[in-house]
């Protein structure tokens, strides 16, 4: 995702929403870390590694790789 997308980027689809709420490590603009937060109502949050979105979750979030088993 890329070029200012707002820091609740979409909602998930009910059958592939966690159980509980999780956070899962992300890529971000400038090799910076981050996370993306995704609640139990399939809400999904970016964040840097500090908890707020900035202006690397905004330039670049790389979804590449991130992935949680269903059911949990």
């Known amino acids: 995702m890329a070029f200012g ?3 609740q980027p979409f909602t998930l689809p009910v059958d592939m929403r966690p159980k509980r709420s999780m956070y899962l490590t992300a890529d971000l603009c ?6 993306l937060y995704i609640a139990t109502d399939g809400t999904v ?3 840097n590694a500090s908890g707020t979105f900035t202006d690397t979750a905004g330039c670049f979030t790389s979804l590449e790789g991130i992935w949680y088993p269903l059911g949990n």
């Open 45 to 47: 949050r970016v964040n």
């Open 30 to 35: 400038t090799a910076s870390r981050g996370r």
């Open 5 to 7: 997308q707002p820091a």
